[in-house]
């Protein structure tokens, strides 16, 4: 029998945050952003009172907090994905959260931000859609021009300093970073929205979305004395620069490790790898990553990209209660897009297709919750499937780093190349 789902209502208008919350809110900030001595910049601000837009950059939970507080005593409605809704449904729709399945093509969330700025409150939107991977801009999407210049409300950007570093995706131990930094910009009055095309909007925010939190630490120095500070990091480098064999990459304690050929770097202080013995290829991570990109880039080219075919296990979020276990089945990503087919609990098939045209970039997830392995995270309106592969001969940064590959490549051939920083 076909399993039948409670599904999530998308399509429930904002809710203004509830006079009673508003201390909770701040006061679960608070301690946070003291303990890293946020120190907050404001840029043309000053004085800025609701409704606007709110952009902000997104590397750990701390963004939320300094969020917070830079804009308190002012109320705001947050988009978040439906994930972080789980078991506390109510009380997140209580403060003012929005929901939104990860990289779809939502026109019941323009119409809720529409009534947030109809509100009078604040639209606090993530438009990296994910934790930053390694401290670096992720790809924004091309209709944020157009979005800003429908809302017509000024527009603001938050970009935090030193979040990833202090908490990077990859291993989400607090190191203690401070001071961090951030800056909360005026970037348009509704005034130059109107003047400007969504083109030119987005330039400017591709502009102001520009950071790199390794550099940042090390042009501050600010050092993290943390003992398993690389612990996690092959999750991201996850091909060896030295014999170039994927996804035999390990770390412990403060160093990374080639099992393939067996070259170790070590990370110190300031985020910095260096070789211990022979070339050190990349000092800053963020080169290495990009240097995974590029080869991910030329298998593109090339039409060879694939994963194989995985065996993997789904779980299905419909609602906000829990994960609910589809059932196993296999996942190939390859020059097509994503193809994840199975058999349910129940004995019935399953199937979701992702073709590259759909999707410019995934949510990926590593050692979910620290306990269910990595996985990719995939989308419909009305379901989230967190796909998880077994064994080891994968990588999901490479499947993300190569959907945004795909997508581009896939621009290029249509006559419609992608402008940069954005899909």
């Known amino acids: 029998m076909k399993q039948t789902f409670e599904r999530f209502d998308m399509k429930a208008p904002p809710v203004s945050t509830k006079w009673y919350l508003r201390p909770l809110t701040i006061a679960l900030s608070l301690p946070d952003t003291f303990k890293h001595r946020a120190k907050i910049t404001r840029i043309g601000t000053e004085g800025l009172k609701p409704p606007y837009v709110m952009l902000c950059n997104h590397n750990a939970f701390l963004d939320f907090k300094v969020a917070t507080r830079t804009i308190f005593p002012d109320k705001a409605n947050y988009v978040v994905a439906i994930d972080g809704f789980i078991g506390r449904e109510k009380l997140l729709r209580d403060v003012g959260c929005i929901c939104k399945r990860k990289f779809t093509n939502d026109l019941t969330l323009v119409r809720q931000l529409k009534q947030v700025i109809q509100n009078g409150d604040v639209a606090m939107i993530y438009p990296e859609a994910r934790y930053s991977l390694c401290g670096t801009t992720a790809v924004l999407p ?92 092959h999750k991201v480098l ?90 196993e089945g296999t996942l190939v990503h390859d020059m097509k897009g994503f193809t994840v087919r199975g058999t349910d609990v129940d004995g019935d098939p399953f199937e979701m297709l992702k073709p590259v045209p759909s999707l410019y970039s995934c949510h990926i997830e590593y050692e979910y919750l620290g306990k269910f392995g990595d996985c990719v995270d995939l989308n419909t309106l009305e379901d989230t499937w967190y796909v998880y592969p077994h064994g080891t001969d994968f990588s999901v940064t490479k499947m993300a780093l190569a959907t945004e590959e795909l997508y581009f490549a896939h621009r290029r051939a249509i006559g419609r190349p992608c402008k940069p920083g954005l899909a």
Not at 280 to 297: G, K
């Open 238 to 327: 996850y091909q060896c620069p030295a014999c170039k064999t994927e996804f035999r990459m390990d770390s412990e304690g403060t160093r990374l490790f080639c099992k393939a050929c067996g070259k170790r770097w070590e990370m110190s202080e300031l985020g910095e790898l260096s070789a211990l013995e022979g070339e050190t290829e990349f000092s800053h991570i963020p080169d290495w990553y990009e240097w995974e990109r590029s080869n991910v880039r030329r298998e593109v080219e090339a039409g060879t990209y694939s994963s194989g075919e995985l065996q993997v296990h789904v779980d299905t979020l419909p609602n906000a209660k829990k994960f609910i276990r589809l059932g």
């Open 142 to 233: 091309a209709s944020l021009g157009k979005l800003c210049k429908l809302l017509g409300a000024p527009v603001v950007t938050l970009i935090c300093h030193g979040h990833h570093v202090n908490s990077p995706f990859w291993n989400l131990h607090d190191r203690g970073v401070k001071p961090t930094e951030a800056e909360f910009t005026l970037l348009f009055t509704p005034e130059q929205l109107k003047e400007l095309s969504a083109d030119e909007i987005n330039e400017k925010l591709v502009a102001a979305f520009q950071y790199d939190d390794f550099a940042w630490q090390k042009e501050r120095g600010i050092r993290t004395p943390y003992k398993g500070r690389a612990e996690g990091l």
